[in-house]
């Protein structure tokens, strides 16, 4: 009896001993900017660490579809609001959560855009362990960062400089055309919500809540990704919340897309000329919410003007 307690009592001081090596290991290795060398992951999304405090007006948050469809500069050109997309591939709700929880540190958006194919994808329970670790132990996201370790950043307090120019938006001319013949077919049908990512959403609805954004669920134009059954799922989904929602999938007609000039790989994602049409009926709608007040004119937001005319010069 004595030697198994004294094994046990070594196997917990083992551990203690690892978790605290973890802890000074992460505290070399974590990123002290968000700059692409220092950063590594989905630096564009995470750009939005390096905006001025309490700038951004809208928060985009979701997988790839968010950032082929969402044009930032565009909402800013037309109506003066400030958006970002915190947008990457395949994004998993323990990672949109992760967004959230950041932005929320040091902006206050007044809108937040959850675009639902993401709310879709299965992750696991381990997938979500995993994370929660890599969050408080970042030395099991950033082990391979001692490559290139500046050992003058030991002791320094993080200080994110970079932001995207695009303000997470990626851009693309390419046209591959999309075959739309059963896309959107009535149905009564409702598809799966992985129970897990129903209380990941509930936690981000709560975090909105608390910050008093207003939660507003999205479906982009999307021929591969999204059809009727989903949308039935959503619809119900969006109303447990008292979140809005609005499925540009039904809006094709009204938004005018044409599928075999609007999507860059065969109506997966939009490409630049899809994204702007998606982006006119967000801008519109966002302006009908009447909760945004444009910030044109005003001189601490000129890096928005210079950022857009950077845009224009790029896509034109």
């Given at each position: 009896m004595k030697s198994f307690a004294k094994n046990g009592l070594k196997g917990l001081l083992f551990v203690v001993i690892l978790?605290?090596?973890?802890?000074?290991?992460?505290?070399?290795?974590?990123?002290?900017?968000?700059?692409?060398?220092?950063?590594?992951?989905?630096?564009a999304a995470n750009g939005i660490l390096g905006e001025p405090k309490d700038s951004i007006d809208v928060l985009y948050l979701g997988d790839s579809e968010v950032h082929s469809s969402i044009v930032p500069l565009q909402i800013w050109d037309q109506y003066g609001y400030t958006g970002y997309c915190c947008s990457t591939n395949k994004q998993r709700l323990w990672?949109?959560?992760?967004?959230?929880?950041?932005?929320?540190?040091?902006?206050?958006?007044?809108?937040?855009?959850?675009?639902?194919?993401?709310i879709m994808h299965?992750?696991?329970?381990?997938?979500?362990?995993?994370?929660?670790?890599?969050i408080a132990l970042p030395v099991l996201k950033y082990h391979d960062r001692w490559k290139n370790?500046?050992?003058?950043?030991?002791?320094k307090q993080p200080a994110y400089t970079y932001t995207d120019p695009d303000k997470g938006y990626y851009y693309s001319d390419l046209t591959d055309a999309a075959t739309a013949d059963k896309y959107m077919e009535k149905t009564d049908k409702e598809a799966h919500v992985p129970m897990l990512n129903k209380i990941y959403m509930k936690v981000i609805a709560s975090i909105c809540?608390?910050?008093?954004?207003?939660?507003?669920?999205?479906?982009?134009?999307?021929?591969?990704?999204?059809?009727?059954?989903?949308?039935?799922?959503?619809?119900?989904?969006?109303?447990?919340?008292?979140?809005?929602?609005?499925?540009l999938n039904l809006k094709a007609d009204e938004l005018q897309i044409d599928w075999d000039k609007d999507t860059r790989d065969k109506g997966d994602h939009m490409n630049y000329s899809g994204a702007v049409k998606v982006t006119n009926y967000i801008g519109k709608y966002l302006k009908e919410t009447g909760i945004l007040k444009s910030h044109k004119g005003d001189r601490a937001y000129e890096s928005w003007n210079k950022a857009f005319r950077a845009f224009q010069e790029k896509v034109h």
């Open positions: 978790i605290g090596l973890m802890m000074a290991a992460s505290f070399i290795l974590v990123p002290r900017d968000n700059t692409k060398a220092d950063w590594k992951h989905d630096a990672y949109t959560l992760e967004f959230v929880l950041e932005a929320f540190k040091t902006q206050k958006p007044k809108i937040v855009v959850m675009e639902t194919n993401n299965y992750f696991s329970v381990e997938d979500a362990i995993l994370h929660s670790a890599e370790l500046d050992f003058s950043d030991i002791g809540e608390k910050n008093g954004a207003k939660l507003v669920f999205l479906s982009t134009p999307s021929t591969k990704n999204w059809n009727t059954a989903k949308h039935n799922s959503m619809e119900k989904f969006a109303k447990s919340f008292g979140a809005e929602y609005v499925d």
